[in-house]
């Protein structure tokens, strides 16, 4: 009686009392003990809140019993029986609802508590017994003068997009004549509305829309004689958002926020805990440049060439910026501008297996190795896992715990939401202050991840996150089409994750796109209004370097002094080469590539040569174009031809093959269209700008190779 299930997340005849009149189980009268009893053989069909005339039959049926085995009088019957007492419990349910309603925190802690309760040995129905009627203690991690600004900033419609739009959940049952119910989904609903545009998707602009979409559906579906027997109508303000906030020392959980909009009710969807969508960029640091770091040999130093690109099935990974590309970029500036192509490339280097593994370490338990669905089988491990592209997507819970493992210099803590639980006896029963731990990176290599996520928010995609001067980093994260935005950061003190989209996965649109950003800083800065700013540590075995920024090797004096750079390393992997993009000799006037000793075309001079692609990477056609003009006047754009040495295809090889003359000659003409072409080009502007035409030079005459 203690322990059995009476509907609204009610376990045992106390709690079903105070649930359903608000009073103590010993205050019942027989009509509301009836009510009560009538619920134990359905708690859902015969809830007296969600279905009254469920719950009267079935109250009838058990004071008709009591009756006639004469354990009550008529007149007790009678009187039972002309109670009002489901008017009675609809007025006490509004009164409950308002000050029973968990927070999205305690939803959470409840889920924790009792997860644990099961794991450390009691059956499911001892522990909620135990959660709700034992009299227990929880002392929680929540941070109540957090936890009041992360509701208030939320909570303030001042904070979001102007343009609110409205996604509408939508049951209706109806009565017909004979008796019959006809259930209609908000499935149904958005197929009868798809109909006439397939691109609804069940957002209104307002309230008063949905309302009257309600009301002309509800007269295309019901016929002469039909009633309304039920309806359930949800409207829900979109975007929607989420927020966790963790102390990175500890593990211990701050503050969440599950949902934007009234709670409907406990234990409703907790979209910080309980929803899982696409990272986005935030997953570059986590999957790829902490292994690229950590494991790989890699440094912030070393430099991808952002070109044109493919996975290995060949789809071209795209920037966000667009189709242009920046050339040799190093991993600190893929982390800062979010670089598409770098991150990939940089995954496909050291696999996507490695990158895997480390996420993994850091905590996610949503990633999928291998999985069927639909006869085809999903896996995380592949190429788009650098951007964050995986088959079920993450928990903005686990993501902040990633994200705090950096903070924490590498040691990853499970994020808890209580230290302990105290039975009505004073016994611990469940202790979680000292909860799971492990080293996931380097200290040193947290350092080096952290400095360039300060780059992020001083002067790359997460400028506008800034506030004071209090030391912060951090990645933003955008899917493609702007299905979610995120931003995760932390400073010297907490770590916060901010997620913004839509429940039904429609994109983001303009000041939409940047709300995440918004949110965290709002947050942020008034968590730490009354903190002192400290810098983020430097732990032993960080060193510093100068470095040629073009190839993230050791600079070659007169050669690289336009491109030096100071750079952090973990002590021991600081570069030994000399730079080998700067170049300085003999050029090949054909292909511009330093030229062999059999080269025809030599010319002295200066150039940045691109590193020689690994042959495990997928790309696409990556080589160098020039422009040529066609006997007919016309201009072609043709590929330079570019071998795997990084020198002119003029081998010894080349100028013994037959026909080498004539293939020089014509190689001749081709370098005297392209002059014909820059001297046009340079006249017309040096005439534009009112200055004489540039003097030119004849390509030399090719040498005939020693036999």
């Known amino acids: 009686m203690n322990s059995i299930n009476l509907g609204q997340n009610t376990l045992g005849v106390q709690a079903a009392s105070q649930r359903y009149f608000n009073k103590s189980v010993s205050e019942l009268t027989l009509s509301e003990c009836a009510v009560i009893a009538s619920i134990t053989q359905n708690p859902s069909r015969l ?201 990175q020392s500890t593990g211990a959980v701050v503050a969440m926020v599950g949902g934007r909009g009234a709670k409907e009710g406990s234990r409703t969807l907790n979209r910080a805990t309980d929803t899982v969508r696409q990272p986005g960029s935030t997953f570059k640091v986590l999957s790829t440049y902490a292994p690229a770091l950590d494991n790989a040999g890699l440094t912030l130093a070393t430099v991808q060439n952002d070109a044109p690109f493919h996975y290995a099935g060949g789809t071209p990974v795209r920037n966000w910026y667009g189709e242009a590309y920046r050339g040799l970029c190093s991993l600190r500036l893929g982390i800062q501008d979010s670089l598409n192509i770098v991150a990939v490339k940089t995954l496909t280097q050291i696999t996507p297996r490695l990158g ?36 079920d997507g993450v928990t903005n819970e686990e993501l902040n715990a990633g994200y705090a493992t950096i903070a924490n210099h590498g040691t990853y803590i499970k994020p808890k939401l209580y230290n302990t639980v ?47 001067g209090m030391a912060i980093a951090g990645k933003t994260g955008t899917t493609s089409k702007y299905n979610d935005v995120w931003f995760a950061g932390f400073t010297p003190y907490y770590t916060a994750t901010v997620w913004a989209g839509f429940d039904n996965n429609a994109n983001l649109t303009g000041d939409e796109k940047n709300l995440a950003k918004k949110l965290w800083r709002a947050v942020m800065s008034q968590i730490h209004a009354d903190l002192p700013n400290e ?37 021991g992997v600081t570069p030994t080469e000399s730079c080998d993009v700067h170049y300085q000799g003999a050029i090949c006037q054909y292909c511009g590539l330093p030229a062999t000793e059999f080269c025809p075309f030599k010319i002295d001079g200066v150039l940045e040569l691109l590193p020689i692609e690994d042959a495990s990477l997928q790309s696409g056609s990556s080589t160098a174009t020039t422009q040529v003009v066609n006997p007919d006047g016309t201009v072609s754009t043709v590929p330079l031809p570019v071998n795997q040495t990084n020198s002119c295809p003029h081998t010894a090889e080349f100028m013994s093959t037959p026909g080498w003359e004539a293939a020089v000659e014509a190689q001749r003409n081709e370098i005297i269209q392209r002059d014909i072409l820059a001297q046009q080009q340079a006249a017309l502007e040096a005439q534009q700008a009112g200055q004489p035409a540039p003097e030119t030079t004849p390509p030399p005459a090719p040498e005939v190779p020693a036999q």
């Open 47 to 247: 809830n007296p809140i969600s279905h009254p005339e469920e719950n009267a039959k079935r109250r009838k049926k058990v004071l008709d019993n009591m009756l006639e085995q004469e354990y009550i009088t008529q007149a007790e019957y009678d009187a039972a029986m002309g109670d009002d007492v489901y008017s009675r419990i609809q007025v006490t349910n509004e009164k409950v609802e308002e000050t029973s309603i968990n927070t999205y925190f305690v939803d959470a802690l409840t889920d924790d508590v009792l997860e644990d309760l099961i794991a450390a040995g009691y059956n499911e129905t001892q522990a909620y017994t135990l959660l709700y009627t034992g009299g227990l203690k929880i002392y929680s991690t929540q941070d109540p003068a957090i936890q009041a600004i992360c509701d208030e900033v939320f909570s303030n419609e001042e904070n979001y997009p102007a343009n609110v739009k409205w996604l509408l959940s939508y049951e209706l049952t109806i009565e017909k004549p004979n008796g019959d119910l006809e259930n209609h989904s908000s499935e149904m609903f958005q197929s009868y509305y798809k109909e006439q545009d397939r691109n609804f998707n069940l957002l209104y602009t307002s309230k008063e829309e949905a309302e009257e979409a309600i009301a002309n559906y509800k007269l295309a579906v019901m016929g002469s004689g039909d009633k309304v027997h039920g309806e359930k109508i949800t409207l829900t303000p979109q975007p929607q958002v989420s927020l966790m906030v963790e102390d």
């Open 356 to 391: 895997f593994d480390y996420l993994q370490e850091f905590g996610f338990t949503t990633l999928v190795e291998s999985k069927e669905i639909n006869g085809k089988i999903y896996s995380d491990i592949q190429q788009s896992l650098a951007l964050g592209g995986i088959t």
């Open 422 to 468: 105290v039975d009505h006896d004073g016994n611990v029963i469940l202790d979680n202050t000292m909860p799971e731990t492990k080293q996931v990176i380097k200290e040193t290599t947290a350092f080096l991840l952290t400095d360039a996520m300060v780059d992020v928010v001083t002067k790359g995609t997460g400028g506008s996150v800034n506030f004071g």
């Open 535 to 571: 810098p983020f540590s430097v732990p032993a075995g960080i060193v510093t370097a100068t470095v040629c920024s073009k190839s993230g090797k050791l600079p070659i004096p007169g050669l690289c002094d336009g491109s030096l750079n100071t750079e952090y390393f973990a002590d």
